[in-house]
């Protein structure tokens, strides 16, 4: 049999190696998750691990403005050069991308977990910002403060508690807006704080003084008359004076706008919750409380961050470093 000359040829473009290259991209497509698909799931894990909302919402709005803006489909879409062009394309000071940035490379360590994705290429990606350290309120300060407020109305001596409170165990105002009677040990003169009020969701035991533990029980009676008065029945230390808890979703609450207030009326510069917060830890360090404890009272999870709230003098750290040699 003679063979039929061009019958079966084929005038083929491609290359050999072209056709194997697109035959294994289109089978690494096949197993590439979706980035809107895994973006669902990671919230639904972070939702039942007990994140708060507020969490969960600032996560879901960086990663879905990420996909838009980049373009993603499939998580096997995004690159090293897909997260820079981000970043680049972001109108905002670095100190936000960095914000950005880390919310995106949590979800992509999550997807790694998961076993969707097998190379941690984003570890090395970072933002360069210059923090600019934060003071703490001068312990003086707080005490012209305390001074001045009126305590013989129940806002004032609410106020004065809240501020005291803040000052002598650090907890966040969040966490002030949520303290409830029966976190306060009398006999013990503790403060047993649950998981559920903290932000890292670990139980946490702090000592309060004698003069807190008489501000408390005065607050508490006071509580009890207005409550009853607007047949209000929540147990929170800090109300409003309609009997009603305070604003526990936002730090803008009650007591961080009276701070705002008093700083103006009294001319007293850098008082507000947070500063107040580093006060304390600034005063922990004075008495000689180690790092490590500062951390744990504070709720910190990285000792850096600790460390950043102390805002040491040069000249102190020299003095400090002086008693080692």
Request: proline share 1%; aromatic share 8%.
């Amino acid at each position: 049999m003679t063979k039929k000359s061009g019958l079966f040829d084929v005038d083929f473009v491609l290359t050999t190696q072209e056709l194997a290259a697109s035959v294994k991209v289109e089978k690494v497509r096949s197993f590439s998750k979706g980035f809107t698909e895994a973006l669902e799931t990671i919230i639904k894990q972070m939702e039942v691990s007990g994140h708060r909302a507020r969490t969960l919402k600032d996560y879901n709005t960086v990663l879905t403005n990420f996909a838009k803006s980049t373009v993603v489909k499939y998580l096997d879409d995004i690159t090293v050069d897909t997260i820079y062009s981000w970043l680049n394309g972001i109108a905002v000071v670095n100190q936000t991308k960095l914000t950005r940035l880390k919310v995106l490379k949590s979800f992509l360590g999550k997807c790694l977990t998961n076993g969707w994705l097998t190379i941690n290429f984003w570890q090395s990606i970072n933002v360069k910002v210059d923090k600019k350290v934060k003071k703490g309120a001068k312990p003086n300060d707080i005490a012209i403060l305390v001074s001045l407020i009126d305590k013989n109305t129940f806002v004032g001596l609410r106020d004065v508690a809240a501020i005291l409170t803040m000052y002598k165990t650090g907890i966040r105002i969040n966490t002030l807006g949520q303290l409830k009677e029966h976190h306060i040990d009398f006999d013990s003169k503790t403060l047993v704080l649950e998981g559920a009020i903290l932000k890292n969701h670990q139980i946490l035991k702090l000592p309060i003084d004698e003069q807190l533990v008489e501000l408390f029980k005065v607050l508490i009676r006071c509580n009890n008359n207005i409550r009853n008065h607007y047949s209000e029945s929540n147990s929170n230390l800090f109300i409003s004076t309609k009997g009603t808890s305070l604003n526990t979703k936002s730090t803008n609450n009650a007591i961080s706008k009276q701070l705002t207030k008093y700083a103006k009326r009294f001319k007293l510069e850098n008082i507000n919750a947070h500063a107040i917060r580093r006060a304390y830890a600034k005063r922990l360090h004075d008495k000689g409380a180690s790092i490590a404890i500062i951390s744990k009272a504070l709720g910190h999870s990285d000792l850096a961050v600790t460390t950043q709230y102390l805002d040491l003098d040069v000249e102190e750290v020299a003095n400090d470093l002086r008693e080692y040699l």
